[in-house]
């Protein structure tokens, strides 16, 4: 959004998606809000060997400096189960500058898959920062 009073732009996003195949996802991000907010936002899934996989993502303030969240994970998902681990760093704002501070928690997700569900279940953290769309190539599945 360009101010023309201004002669500068207001704000600005973007987001480019590099998705050779179902399960490899490549995400590059900027969001800007005038005096707000600079952010570049990077986040990644790739197969690395059979059934096991990396995730991670990176959200980054230009304004600030600072890493506002970053996380990494593994995956092994076979045909009836997932085991996930990650670890990651947050920036944690508080009401007065001398309580921010980073937070750093690391997270172990077991998941049976392929059995009935009721309800809808919340998205892994793993997979929250990972901009998908639906994949209509249902007629051209990828090989395992």
Sequence with gaps: QWDSRE????????????????????????????????????????PIYGRWSVRGRQLHSNRDHRNVETYGGVEYNACCWAVRVMASQRWENSATA???????????????????KYGSVPNSPLKQGLFTFDDDRKDNPEPE
């Excluded at 500068?8 to 969001?31: C, D, M, T, W």
């Excluded at 001398?98 to 898959?113: D, K, P, R, S, W």
């Design 7 to 46: 002669d500068h732009i207001e704000r600005s996003s973007f987001y480019l998606q590099y998705q050779p195949a179902r399960n490899k996802i490549l995400n590059l991000g900027q969001v800007f809000l005038r005096n707000q907010i600079n952010e570049t936002d990077i986040s990644f899934e790739w």
């Design 98 to 116: 001398t309580n921010a501070h980073y937070t750093n928690g690391i997270m172990f997700e077991f998941q049976l898959t392929g059995l009935s």
